[in-house]
């Protein structure tokens, strides 16, 4: 439907070894042609991501097509030309990679490759009909099922940011680190508004500070820069929402895995995931405790 730009109606076992990025290693086998690989990757998915923001700006607070993908579910001609950009430019640079978006159709010709772009051209469609800033556009880049680089760009905010497996994490080109914060009732937690909705936070208010913000993958990209402790969701999110936040956070000394603390890949011929946990380390722990009592409590 043509709609002129209004308000959107809302409508544990022992955990492994997570995945987290060795900080201050470069990957094995990297040598001077690996590294400026990378580089123009970077600059590729970079420049990309930029061109999507401005995309999603000239939709941001006008009219626009709507549509319902599914049930609170929607889509918007701003994320669908978005993401036909985003192919464009990535796959146009490496022809011989796999691609995986939210607003393409999967085909299980990307699992044949090794390399494969993992893409969300608009996370946080919700807020972005809203009007509240808290979207972004999310690349990553995935080697053999783990990240190999991130970016995000938030273009109300202009904030990029970006990670390299080995290479740290930075915001608009300066280095960030998660928080230190250590105790769970002082930490400031994201949360979903859509969850916050359906009473999902009810039970863990008492344990942390919860926070409402907008995308998965922008409270990912917050957590990674320090501003905020720790997020999680237990209702199960696609890689695209999740894979380039995972580096960052990553990156910037942080711990993601999914809701019992088992470690992450991507590139899946199921691209749900089951729940996801990421917080600056220290958290994770109790975290994962927090959530193991408030399931038990429920039974």
Not at 122 to 142: M, R, S
Not at 152 to 172: C, H, M, Q, W
Not at 213 to 235: C, W
């Amino acid at each position: 439907m043509l709609t002129e730009h209004g308000r959107y109606a809302p409508t544990l076992r022992k955990p492994s070894k997570p995945y987290v990025a060795e900080r201050g290693t470069i990957a094995l086998g990297r040598g001077e042609n690996d590294v400026m690989a990378m580089e123009r990757e970077l600059e590729v998915a970079r420049g990309a991501a930029k061109a999507a923001g401005q995309v999603l700006l000239r939709y941001y607070g006008s009219a626009y097509r709507v549509s319902e993908k599914s049930a609170d579910n929607p889509v918007t001609s701003a994320d669908l030309e978005s993401n036909e950009l985003l192919k464009s430019t990535i796959l146009g640079a490496f022809p011989g990679d796999g691609w995986l978006s939210e607003e393409t159709a999967d085909s299980d010709e990307r699992l044949q490759r090794k390399r494969v772009w993992i893409v969300d051209p608009l996370d946080g469609t919700k807020e972005f009909i809203d009007e509240i800033p808290e979207f972004c556009v999310c690349i990553a880049l995935v080697e053999d099922g783990l990240a190999r680089l991130a970016v995000e760009y938030n273009p109300v905010r202009d904030e990029l940011f970006i990670a390299s497996k080995g290479g740290g994490t930075t915001l608009n080109g300066a280095p960030v680190h998660v928080s230190k914060t250590s105790d769970l009732r002082h930490a400031s937690v994201l949360a979903s508004r859509s969850e916050e909705a359906r009473g999902e936070w009810d039970p863990y208010r008492s344990h942390m500070r919860v926070e409402l913000t907008g995308s998965v993958a922008y409270k990912f990209g917050l957590v990674a820069a320090g501003r905020h402790d720790a997020t999680f969701t237990l209702t199960p999110k696609n890689e695209w929402d999740v894979c380039a936040g995972a580096l960052l956070v990553a990156e910037a000394g942080g711990m993601v895995t999914d809701s019992e603390g088992r470690a992450v890949r991507f590139n899946n011929a199921d691209t749900l995931l089951p729940g996801l946990i990421a917080s600056n380390g220290l958290l994770h722990r109790p975290i994962l405790n927090t959530i193991r009592t408030v399931r038990a409590s429920m039974e």
